[in-house]
Every structure is written in structure tokens, then in C-alpha cells.
């Protein structure tokens, strides 16, 4: 059971974080803003939380700057992201208006001390 304001998914912190609609996936994304993204620098962050199962989740930036979304697609390497797992990540503009950002290229450069799972490996029901 968990306790009020604590982060569980249906927590009112997990909540109020914003998902982009439509969701932008590499798949989807045009050549001209993803040469934007290519071009920005790499910067450091951690996970917020990742939903193997949803296939998404949020970074904490280094910066202090406000929560970034996480799109399954935009993961390199043959890990699952986890909590606390400090990555780095190139800024990626969120169309129409491109005011926001996502993160894409993102790489897992610290692991948390948790054991990680490969993309290949079964997840349970809950998504892990």
C-alpha cells in the first residue's frame, strides 16, 4: 500500500507529468527535426521513472530544467532504464509549435546498483 503524495505510478506526481500528444516516436519524427536533435549537444539527467510496458518515462535533467518525456524508440543500448540511472540525452524538439522538448539518443552512462534487464528478456504483468 502506498502512502499519499508517494511515487507510484497513479501518484499525483506521476500524474501531473505531461505525455506529448501526439506522442513523437523516431519512427514518426521528420528528417529536419530529428537533424535538430542529431546537431544539439548530449547533456546529463537521470530517470525519473520508465514504464517498460507503456514504452515511456521521464528524465530529470542535470539543469534544473523542467521533467523531460521519454519515448521507448529514442533508447540506445540493450538495457532497460530504471530509477536513478543517470543518462545522457540530446534535446529534441516537440512539434507543431516546437516550444517543448523530449529527450532522444539517450544512453544509460551510470547504472543504479539494481539489476538490469536486456530489451530481449520477458517482462511480467506488471512490466518489469
Known amino acids: 500500500m502506498s502512502t499519499p503524495g508517494s511515487n507510484t505510478p497513479d501518484s499525483p506526481s506521476r500524474r501531473l507529468l505531461l505525455i506529448p500528444s501526439p506522442i513523437v516516436t523516431r519512427r514518426t519524427r521528420t528528417k529536419s527535426t530529428s537533424d535538430i536533435a542529431i546537431s544539439n549537444p548530449e547533456v546529463k539527467g537521470k530517470v525519473k521513472f520508465f514504464c517498460r ?76
Do not use: M
Open 53 to 128: 510496458a507503456k514504452g515511456h518515462g521521464f528524465i530529470i535533467p542535470d539543469d534544473g530544467t523542467e521533467d523531460l518525456f521519454l519515448h521507448i524508440s529514442d533508447i540506445e543500448g540493450e538495457y532497460v532504464p530504471q530509477e536513478g540511472d543517470e543518462v545522457t540525452y540530446r534535446l529534441c524538439p516537440i512539434p507543431p509549435k516546437r516550444e517543448k522538448f523530449q529527450a532522444t539518443h539517450v544512453r544509460i552512462v551510470n547504472f543504479t546498483p539494481e539489476v538490469h534487464h536486456r530489451w530481449d528478456c520477458k517482462i511480467d504483468e506488471e512490466g518489469h
